[in-house]
C-alpha cells in the first residue's frame, strides 16, 4: 500500500513539473514571438510567467501539408485542457492564419466543445512555412478567461514541388586556350525552394550536353560544387567557341531539374611559333651607306591575326657585335624589316653572317598528355648572308622598297610599274634587269628600261599571299667586271591600304582655255597616317601614249609639281594618270580631272554660253559653232572662193599663239560645200571689203537654216567632236573647219548678221537636248 502511495506521489509530481514547463515554453516561445507584428496585439500581462497549478494544456500532433487539395475543411488536430472536467469550456484560436495576415481564415476551430482544429484551404509551405498561434480557453456561460493563453507553433510539411532555379537561363563566358585543368572554368549556382536541409532541396549538378564534342566532352562539372572544369586541352583551331547545357536536379520524390546554357568563347593564345618561310636569305649591299629597310623578313603564324599570340618580335641574335644593324616588326604584315644603322667597310666586312630569331609577344605553350605546360622553345632562326660590295659601283633602285595596292587596271598586258636604278653619283652605265623573286610569275620585266608588266592576273588565293601580301623583287645589274647588282623589293597589296597612300589634293581642276606650254600645278597630300611622308616624287602613267603627246611633267616642288600641255587642246575635259610616291615608297596612281574652259575675264572659268551642248553630246562641235561658228563660216566661205580642180591638199594657215588643234578633213564623207577648195593667200582675207564679207556669210547663214531644218542627213555636215577618255580631243568625221584668229574681225561683227544666226543657234541648243 505505501509503496502504491509513493508511485502516485511521484505521477502528480511529474505531472507538476511538465505542466510548468509548458507554461514556460509557452512564454518563452511568446516572447520570441514579440518580433512578429501581431504579437505587439497582446497584452503585456498575458506574458507574465505562470504560477505553478494544477492545470495543463494537451495538444496533439497538428499537421498540415502544403499543396494538399482536401477536401476542405479537414481535421488537422485537437487542443485539450483539464478545467473541461469541472466546467463547460469554449476553445478559441487566433493570430496569424486565423484571424491575422498572412492567410486569413486558413486555420479555425468548428467543434469549440472538443478543441478540434481545421485547415479550409491549400497552403504554400514557399510564402508561409510556419504559423504561430494562439490558444485560449473560456467559460462558456460566463465567458471569463479560465486560463493563460498558449503559443503553439504550426509548421507546414514540406514537398517536393519545386525544382532547383540558376540565377540566369544563360551565361557567356571567355577563356584563354590555354587554361589548365585544375583551374575552375565557371561555377554555376541553382536554389530550390523547397525546405531547407531536406532531400527536396539538396541540388547536384551534371553536364547534359556540349556542342561541338571534338573527341568527347572537354567540360565536366563537379556536382556538389556547380564548378566546370577542363577534361583536356584546348585548340582554338578545332574549335573556338562552346554551348554547354548544364542540368541542376534536386533528390527528392518526383526528382525535379532545369537547365541553364553556358557559352564559352575561346581567346587564340600562343600554341603556333612564328616560322620563317624562307631558312636563309641573301642580301648584297654597298659599303659606307646606312640602308634602311634593306630586307623584310616574312613569318607565317597559325595563331589569331593582330593577337599577342600573332605579333612577332624580332632580334638579332648573332652578328650584330658591333650593333650595325636594327630589325623592327612592321604592325601591319608581322614582317621584319631589317636596317644597316651603320656603314658597312669593304675591307673588314665584306661577307657577313646573321642569325635571326623570332617570338610572340605571349609566352609559347604546349600541350602534353592533356596538360597545358610552359615550353623553352619560344623562338625560331633564320639566317642572312650579306656581301658588302663598292658602293661606287652598284646600282641603285629608287625607292629600295616599293608599295603598291592592286588596282583595277592591272590586268594582263598593262603596265604595272617601271622600277628603275641609278649608278651612284648618276654616273652613265648601261643596266639590265631582271626579276629575281615572283615566285607565281605576275610580272614581266623589260629588261633595259625595267618597266614591269602585268603577266597574269593576280590571284589572292596564291599559296605565295602572306596576309594579303604578295613579295617581289628585281635585280639591277650593271655591266663592268665583275658586273655589280643592286635589289629593289615591291610590296604588293591585294587589300585595301588607301588610308596608307597619297593622294591628290585636288582631283579636278578647272583650268582657263590657255596656250600650250603653261603649267599647271598638281598638288599631291600625304596619308593621314603619313603625315609627314612627303616630298613626292611625280610620274606620268607609263603605258598612256595618248596622254604624253598632250602633257608632260615639269619641275618637282616637293609638295606639288608642274603639268605642261604639250600643245594647244580644245576646250572640254580631260583625264591624266599620275602615279605620286612618299618618300617611304608608297606608290599610288591617280588620275587628274582638267578642264578646259572658257573664261570670259580671262581669270575665272564660267560655262560655255551654251552649257547644254556641251554635256549633251559630251565635248562635240556644236559648242565649237555656239562660241565661234562665225569664224567657221568665214573659213568655209573662204575656202570655197577658191578655185582648183582634183586637188586633194588641205588648207594650212600660218600658226597663231593660243589657237586650238586643227581637225582634220575626212576625205571620204567631204560634202561639195568643202570639196577641191584650196587657200592660197592668208593676206586674201584681210583685204576683203567689211560689207562683201557681211554680204557673203548672211548667204552661208541662210544655206545653214536651210539644210539644219529641212534636211535629214544634216548631221553629216556638223558632225561633232568626241572627246576621248585620256588626255586628247580625238578627231572624228566633220565639215572642213578651220580656226581663224578673233582679231581679225571688228569687235561688233557678230552684231551685223541679222536674225538668221540666231535662228541658227536655237536650232543647235535644240539638237543637243
Not at 122 to 146: C, N, S
Not at 548 to 559: A, D, I, P, S
Request: hydrophobic share 35%; net charge negative; glycine share 6%.
Amino acid at each position: 500500500m505505501k509503496l502504491l502511495l509513493i508511485l502516485l506521489l511521484l505521477q502528480v509530481t511529474a505531472a507538476n513539473s511538465f505542466s510548468h514547463e509548458i507554461e514556460n515554453s509557452s512564454l518563452r516561445q511568446a516572447t520570441r514571438g514579440k518580433s512578429i507584428q501581431w504579437v505587439g496585439s497582446y497584452e503585456l500581462d498575458s506574458l507574465r510567467p505562470l504560477q505553478r497549478t494544477k492545470r495543463t494544456w494537451v495538444i496533439t500532433t497538428i499537421d498540415v501539408q502544403e499543396e494538399d487539395k482536401g477536401p476542405f475543411p479537414k481535421y488537422a488536430g485537437q487542443l485539450f485542457n483539464k478545467k473541461s472536467f469541472n466546467t463547460s469550456l469554449k476553445y478559441l484560436i487566433s493570430g496569424p492564419g486565423v484571424d491575422e495576415p498572412p492567410e486569413v481564415g486558413l486555420f479555425s476551430i468548428e467543434d469549440d466543445v472538443n478543441g478540434h482544429v481545421y485547415v479550409h484551404r491549400t497552403i504554400d509551405r514557399e510564402k508561409t512555412p510556419v504559423f504561430l498561434i494562439r490558444f485560449d480557453i473560456e467559460d462558456r456561460e460566463t465567458g471569463e478567461q479560465l486560463d493563460r493563453p498558449l503559443f503553439f507553433k504550426i509548421n507546414i510539411q514540406d514537398i517536393n514541388d519545386n525544382a532547383p532555379e540558376f540565377s540566369k537561363e544563360e551565361y557567356s563566358i571567355t577563356i584563354g586556350e590555354d587554361h589548365r585543368k585544375d583551374e575552375p572554368v565557371f561555377q554555376v549556382t541553382a536554389l530550390d525552394k523547397d525546405e531547407v536541409g531536406t532531400a527536396n532541396s539538396q541540388v547536384s549538378y551534371s553536364m547534359s550536353m556540349q556542342v561541338p564534342t571534338p573527341d568527347g566532352f572537354t567540360f565536366s562539372i563537379d556536382p556538389s560544387t556547380g564548378s566546370i572544369l577542363l577534361s583536356r586541352c584546348l585548340d582554338y583551331q578545332t574549335a573556338n567557341s562552346f554551348k554547354l547545357l548544364v542540368k541542376a536536379s534536386d533528390q527528392g520524390s518526383p526528382q525535379l531539374s532545369s537547365t541553364a546554357t553556358v557559352n564559352v568563347a575561346v581567346e587564340d593564345a600562343n600554341n603556333h611559333l612564328p616560322v620563317f618561310t624562307s631558312d636563309s636569305y641573301q642580301l648584297q649591299v654597298s659599303a659606307g651607306q646606312e640602308h634602311p629597310a634593306v630586307l623584310r623578313l616574312q613569318v607565317q603564324d597559325k595563331d589569331s591575326p593582330n593577337t599577342p599570340a600573332w605579333r612577332a618580335k624580332y632580334r638579332v641574335a648573332k652578328g650584330n657585335e658591333k650593333e650595325q644593324f636594327a630589325i623592327e616588326t612592321d604592325p601591319d604584315t608581322n614582317e621584319g624589316i631589317l636596317s644597316i644603322i651603320k656603314p658597312l667597310n669593304y675591307e673588314s666586312d665584306s661577307e657577313m653572317r646573321l642569325v635571326i630569331s623570332v617570338a610572340n609577344e605571349e609566352p609559347f605553350f604546349m600541350c602534353k598528355n592533356g596538360i597545358v605546360m610552359t615550353s623553352n622553345l619560344e623562338s625560331t632562326n633564320t639566317t642572312v648572308n650579306i656581301k658588302v660590295i663598292q658602293s661606287q659601283r652598284a646600282p641603285k633602285f629608287h625607292p629600295p622598297l616599293l608599295i603598291v595596292q592592286k588596282e583595277d587596271s592591272m590586268k594582263p598586258g598593262r603596265v604595272f610599274r617601271k622600277y628603275s636604278a641609278t649608278y651612284p653619283d648618276d654616273v652613265p652605265t648601261k643596266i639590265k634587269y631582271e626579276l629575281t623573286h615572283d615566285p607565281d610569275g605576275w610580272l614581266s620585266v623589260d629588261e633595259n628600261s625595267g618597266v614591269l608588266t602585268v603577266a597574269k592576273e593576280f590571284d589572292e588565293g596564291s599559296p605565295f599571299v602572306n596576309n594579303s601580301l604578295y613579295t617581289i623583287i628585281v635585280q639591277a645589274t650593271a655591266q663592268g667586271f665583275p658586273p655589280q647588282t643592286g635589289t629593289g623589293t615591291i610590296l604588293l597589296y591585294l587589300s585595301d591600304i588607301n588610308d596608307r597612300m597619297p593622294s591628290l589634293l585636288a582631283p579636278s581642276l578647272d583650268v582657263c582655255d590657255t596656250e600650250k606650254g603653261t603649267a599647271l600645278i598638281v598638288q599631291a597630300k600625304p596619308a593621314l597616317v603619313h603625315a609627314h611622308w612627303g616630298p613626292f616624287t611625280f610620274e606620268l602613267e607609263e603605258d598612256s601614249e595618248d596622254v604624253k603627246r598632250n602633257w608632260t611633267l615639269g619641275r618637282n616642288f616637293g609638295q606639288s609639281v608642274e603639268l605642261l600641255m604639250l600643245r594647244s587642246l580644245p576646250q572640254g575635259s580631260y583625264l591624266v594618270p599620275i602615279i605620286i610616291q612618299d618618300r617611304q615608297g608608297f606608290s599610288t596612281r591617280q588620275k587628274q580631272h582638267i578642264r578646259l574652259c572658257f573664261c570670259p575675264d580671262g581669270h575665272t572659268c564660267k560655262d560655255s554660253p551654251v552649257p547644254q551642248a556641251v554635256v549633251g553630246l559630251g565635248g562635240s562641235a556644236i559648242a565649237i559653232i555656239l562660241m565661234a561658228f562665225l569664224l567657221i563660216l568665214v573659213s568655209n566661205i573662204l575656202l570655197c572662193r577658191c578655185l582648183g580642180s582634183g586637188s586633194k591638199s588641205k588648207a594650212v594657215f600660218p600658226p597663231q599663239e593660243g589657237e586650238q588643234t586643227l581637225i582634220s578633213y575626212n576625205e571620204e564623207r567631204r560634202s561639195s560645200f568643202s570639196q577641191n577648195c584650196l587657200f592660197t593667200d592668208y593676206e586674201i582675207f584681210q583685204a576683203r571689203h567689211l560689207g562683201y564679207l557681211i554680204q557673203r556669210v548672211e548667204k552661208t547663214l541662210g544655206w545653214k537654216l536651210y539644210h539644219q531644218t529641212t534636211l535629214e542627213d544634216s548631221r553629216d555636215i556638223d558632225e561633232p567632236c568626241r572627246y576621248s577618255e585620256e588626255g586628247e580631243l580625238e578627231q572624228s568625221d566633220s565639215p572642213c573647219s578651220l580656226s581663224i584668229g578673233s582679231e581679225d574681225l571688228p569687235v561688233d561683227f557678230l552684231n551685223t548678221l541679222g536674225p538668221g544666226f540666231s535662228t541658227l543657234e536655237e536650232i543647235c541648243q535644240k539638237r543637243s537636248t
